[in-house]
T-cell receptor
C-alpha cells in the first residue's frame, strides 16, 4: 500500500542554520504531496503542497520539490528561526477527497 | 485558525466508559475525516464522511463509530474504552468533490486520556 517515510528526528539546529527534512514516498499513480506542521499543543497546519511532478511548493521560507524520479519531497529552509520549532509531517493523497497518509513526523528544535 | 472546531479540548475518563467527540467543519466543506494521533502509531486515518454518508474507513476499531449530521457536523463515538485508546483525535475537513482540491484543514484536536 501507499506509504510515507520521513527521516527520524529530533533535528536540532541553531538559528539561521539550513534545514533539510527528508521525505520519500511509495504510491501507485501520481499522488499529491504535502507538508504539515504541528506547533506545540496545536493541530496540524498545511505548510505547503505540490500536486504534480517537478512542482515546487513554498510558504514562509520553506520549500519542497516533487521529484517523481526519486519519489521524494524533501523540505528545506535556508535560515531557520526559533519559531520554526515544531513537528513536521510529510503526507500524500492519492486521490482527491481521500484520506491523507502521513509519515511519522520529524521534530525540529531550533535554539538561539 | 483553520475554521475547523472540535470539542471538548480535553477529556479524561475511565476504562470501559463511552465518550463522544464533536467536530464542526469549515463553512462549505462537505467532507469530514477523523484521525488518531498516538506516540506509537503516529497519525492514522480512522473514517471519512461526505455529505452525511460514510465514504471510507481506515484503521477504525469496531468499538468506535461516527456519523455526520445534516448540518455537516460530525461526532466520533468511542466505547468500551481501553488505556490504549488514549490519544489525540483530530478532525479535518475538505471540499471533497473538487478534483483540484486535495488539502485537508485540521481542527485543534481532542486529547483523550483513559485512566
Amino acid at each position: 500500500g501507499d506509504s510515507v517515510t520521513q527521516m527520524e528526528g529530533p533535528v536540532t539546529l541553531s538559528e539561521e542554520a539550513f534545514l533539510t527534512i527528508n521525505c520519500t514516498y511509495t504510491a501507485t499513480g501520481y499522488p499529491s504531496l504535502f507538508w504539515y506542521v504541528q506547533y506545540p499543543g496545536e493541530g496540524l497546519q498545511l505548510l505547503l503542497k505540490a500536486t504534480k511532478a517537478d512542482d515546487k511548493g513554498s510558504n514562509k521560507g520553506f520549500e519542497a520539490t516533487y521529484r517523481k524520479e526519486t519519489t521524494s519531497f524533501h523540505l528545506e529552509k535556508g535560515s531557520v528561526q526559533v519559531s520554526d520549532s515544531a513537528v513536521y509531517f510529510c503526507a500524500l493523497s492519492n486521490q482527491a477527497g481521500t484520506a491523507l497518509i502521513f509519515g511519522k513526523g520529524t521534530t525540529l528544535s531550533v535554539s538561539s | 485558525d483553520s475554521g475547523v472546531t472540535q470539542t471538548p479540548k480535553h477529556l479524561i475518563t475511565a476504562t470501559g466508559q463511552r465518550v463522544t467527540l464533536r467536530c464542526s467543519p469549515r463553512s462549505g466543506d462537505l467532507s469530514v475525516y477523523w484521525y488518531q494521533q498516538s506516540l506509537d502509531q503516529g497519525l492514522q486515518f480512522l473514517i471519512q464522511y461526505y455529505n452525511g454518508e460514510e465514504r471510507a474507513k481506515g484503521n477504525i476499531l469496531e468499538r468506535f463509530s461516527a456519523q455526520q449530521f445534516p448540518d455537516l457536523h460530525s461526532e466520533l463515538n468511542l466505547s468500551s474504552l481501553e488505556l490504549g485508546d488514549s490519544a489525540l483525535y483530530f478532525c479535518a475537513s475538505s471540499v471533497a468533490g473538487q478534483a483540484t482540491t486535495y488539502e485537508q484543514y485540521f481542527g485543534p484536536g481532542t486529547r483523550l486520556t483513559v485512566t
